[in-house]
């Protein structure tokens, strides 16, 4: 099976743009949970989907926000960017709660506000 | 909610010895023990995890340990080569949830 795949790679943006990032999940995986990675504050949890509905959400302002679409692939939307908001955001899909708890991360992408 | 620490934050060994590094939890109710490497520009990977029936899990080099009582686990890698060199990290996840808590990361080098 493909593994996790996220597009973009990298992306650059200026303070005050909106920026949508897009996670393909492993085929059959029915749940996706978005992380931010900074040096910091290591691995954050932002939000997980699961059948197109938000189940958890971590601590983080609602300019962070998410859905899922009936494939299970996600998107994740940051709108009026700050320069915090650079960080990797890695997805990462697991099958479903329930037989497997397993969560298989994507390769990132790496935004930078500038 | 769940907190993780985990310790140390950086551990150098020689190729051939021991590297042990320990997480403790704050949930009591969480049940899935997961640990990740992470090499340098590269995704997290899942390595080995432990549930809460499960006191001990080894898969050749790598060992994982859990103390429900205390709420500490611990990673165990024996015979280190210098590919073992990456950021290590250990997660909880509570009953119920789908939510990985981390902890900071440990940074392992193994030098030849």
């Known amino acids: 099976k493909a593994g996790v795949t996220q597009t973009p790679r990298y992306l650059i943006k200026t303070r005050g743009q909106q920026v949508t990032l897009s996670c393909s999940p492993i085929s059959g995986h029915r749940s996706v949970s978005w992380y931010q990675q900074t040096p910091g504050q290591g691995l954050q949890f932002l939000f997980e989907y699961f059948s197109e509905t938000q189940r958890n959400k971590g601590n983080f302002p609602g300019r962070f926000s998410g859905r899922q679409f009936s494939n299970s692939r996600s998107e994740m939307n940051v709108s009026t960017l700050e320069l915090g908001d650079s960080a990797l955001y890695l997805c990462?899909?697991?099958?479903?709660?329930?037989?497997?708890?397993?969560?298989?991360f994507g390769p990132g992408t790496r935004l930078t506000v500038t | 909610g769940e907190n993780v620490e985990q310790h140390p934050s950086t551990l150098s060994v020689q190729e051939g010895d021991s590297a042990v590094i320990k997480c403790t939890y704050s949930d009591s109710a969480s049940n899935y023990f997961p640990w990740y490497k992470q090499e340098l520009g590269k995704r997290p990977q899942l390595i080995i995890d432990i549930r809460s029936n499960v006191g001990e899990k080894k898969d050749q080099r790598i060992a994982v340990t859990l103390n429900k009582t205390a709420k500490h686990f611990s990673l165990h890698i024996t015979e280190t080569q210098p590919e073992d060199s990456a950021v290590y990290f250990c997660?909880?996840?509570?009953?119920?949830?789908?939510?990985?808590?981390f902890g900071k990361g440990t940074m392992l080098l193994v030098s030849p």
């Open positions: 997660a909880a996840l509570s009953i119920g949830y789908s939510t990985l808590t």
């Open positions: 990462a899909s697991s099958p479903d709660r329930v037989i497997s708890y397993e969560q298989y």
